[in-house]
């Protein structure tokens, strides 16, 4: 990933561009209520209230709790890390 970098750096950039990534995706999912499939706006208003839509709609309000609950320790640990490794602590 960075030339000057070290393997350690270049993975714990990668653990943090991923689960920050999954995060913002579970951010999005939670705010359009599980709806995850690209639409516009008028679409998202006419499909939020569609019961033809709910098996969408269940399967992503699991994975929003799924990764809500279990990727930001992740996110957590590699920003630490990160940060002993930039302070030479690691």
Do not use: C
């Not at 393997?7 to 990534?21: D, E, H, M």
């Not at 995706?25 to 998202?44: E, N």
């Amino acid at each position: 990933m960075f030339q000057n970098g070290d393997v350690l750096t270049n993975w714990l950039f990668l653990g943090i561009a991923i689960s920050g990534f999954l995060i913002i995706i579970a951010f999005f999912m939670k705010r359009s209520d599980g709806l995850f499939l690209a639409r516009t706006i008028t679409q998202y208003k006419s499909d939020k209230n569609n019961p033809k839509y709910d098996t969408e709609r269940h399967v992503g309000n699991k994975a929003t709790k799924f990764i809500l609950k279990f990727v930001p320790p992740f996110f957590i640990a590699f920003l630490i890390l990160l940060i002993l490794k930039t302070l030479n602590l690691l």
